[in-house]
């Protein structure tokens, strides 16, 4: 048995009852806190934590004095795009110069111009380039990744980004959970025919990637100037076919019904939602999809931040993730998203907390055993460096401020 015991912790946050798989409303501020902390797991699993006072004598394999830090449950990004080959700064000087990302997409940049890239990168230069992506975001505290493929758009390309995605499985500590994208944007060969896309991606990519057994959920850009609602539908239901559970792109730059087909699919979340309006909150509330936010691509594309203020007031269970990608959000820095959400978004340093680290469990159904501090929940966890206290980490924005990561009981 390997035992980590972690003590004189200044704040011990996200404490929830074992039983709790997500936090909506104004239930996302009040995770317990204990000030003067220690917390015990025994091969990866929390198995006690409490004040100092009770902190147990026993031995343990690796004893960590976290005094003046705070610790946190590791964050659970569910939502990027980290398999991509090179990247586009050539697009960003392009924004600078006031074109919008559509018009970057309308000229044959954006998704296509990744999608080029990608067709002449061989595997292994990818996963190399995925890897060390995803090592960043680890160091920078995610325990759990969510990866998409979308910049292959031939059936070929698509698996190629899978097989990818299925290597980091392997070879990474995190969990990483695999999303087909086939419907990102029309793939070259089809331009001008996006329907016939669509037919594609249903009868051919689909059966392909559900026989390799390389992806879990089903996703769509469904959009203004992407994919409609009704091409939206048509892929979830073959995705449903084959068992792959919706999680889909949604209002980023229109309130166009991706929200609604969304929930009619029974999707787990529909995530951006930037352009999210009061029926799409009404609509969000009285359904069980998770409303993800994706604070990078806001700030980093110059959108509107979602409303996730106005979601939580509305009793949702928000979620947060990076969307790391190469054109709207190419970080995956989910300390700076904390940030950006407590002063954009106007969420407290404690609803962000939970919108990164247990809904984004719920976000990939994986919230059962991870994503919050209670016994019989993975130790997957967070050290900081000294800090005052928890909300001192997203005020002091751009600082680095983790000083650990423990992923299943192990320091990383
Ligand atoms: O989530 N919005 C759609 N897809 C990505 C951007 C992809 C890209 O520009 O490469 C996103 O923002
Ligand atoms: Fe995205």
Request: charged share 20%.
């Amino acid at each position: 048995m390997n035992r980590l015991l972690i003590k004189n912790i200044r704040t011990l946050a996200g404490i929830v009852p074992a039983d709790t798989l997500l936090l909506r409303g104004e239930q996302m501020g009040s995770a317990e806190q204990i000030d003067g902390a220690w917390l015990l797991a025994e091969d990866g699993v929390i198995v006690g934590f409490g004040p100092m006072e009770t902190c147990p004598a026993e031995e343990a394999d690796k004893v960590v004095d976290a005094s003046g830090r705070v610790v946190f449950p590791a964050f659970c990004d569910s939502h990027s795009h980290i398999v991509y080959a090179g990247s586009r700064e050539g697009e960003f000087r392009d924004k600078i110069a006031g074109m919008t990302y559509q018009e970057v997409a309308a000229r044959g940049g954006g998704i296509l111009n990744s999608a080029d890239r990608l067709h002449e990168a061989s595997e292994e230069e990818l996963f190399e380039a995925a890897y060390h992506r995803a090592w960043r975001m680890i160091r920078t505290g995610a325990a759990t990744l969510e990866i998409k493929s979308g910049y292959g758009l031939t059936t070929e390309d698509e698996l190629k980004m899978l097989r990818v995605v299925a290597r980091l499985q392997r070879e990474l500590p995190a969990t990483v959970k695999a999303t087909f994208l086939g419907a990102h944007a029309v793939g070259r060969a089809f331009a001008g025919r996006q329907s016939d896309y669509v037919d594609h991606v249903c009868e051919q990519m689909l059966p392909a990637v559900a026989e390799q057994g390389v992806a879990e959920f089903v996703d769509v850009f469904c959009d203004s100037g992407f994919f409609t609602p009704e091409e939206t539908a048509r892929i979830l239901e073959c995705g449903a076919r084959y068992g792959l559970r919706p999680k889909i792109h949604a209002n980023e730059l229109a309130s166009s019904g991706g929200v609604q087909v969304g929930i009619r699919y029974g999707a787990l979340s529909v995530d951006h939602l930037e352009e999210a309006n009061e029926q799409d909150v009404a609509d969000l509330a009285a359904s069980a999809t998770i409303p993800t936010v994706l604070p990078g691509a806001s700030f980093f594309s110059n959108l509107p931040f979602a409303p996730a203020r106005k979601m939580i007031d509305a009793g949702l269970p928000v979620a947060i993730a990076s969307d790391c990608n190469p054109g709207s959000s190419p970080s995956g820095n989910m300390v700076f998203l904390w940030s950006l959400a407590c002063i954009k978004m106007r969420l407290t340093p404690e609803e962000a907390l939970s919108a990164l680290t247990i809904n984004g469990a719920a976000a990939l159904g994986l919230s059962a055993d991870r994503g919050a501090i209670s016994v019989g929940r993975r130790a997957d966890l967070v050290i900081s460096k000294p800090v005052p206290s928890l909300a001192y980490i997203p005020y002091s924005f751009g600082e680095e401020l983790v000083e650990s990561v423990i992923i299943n009981g192990k320091m990383v």
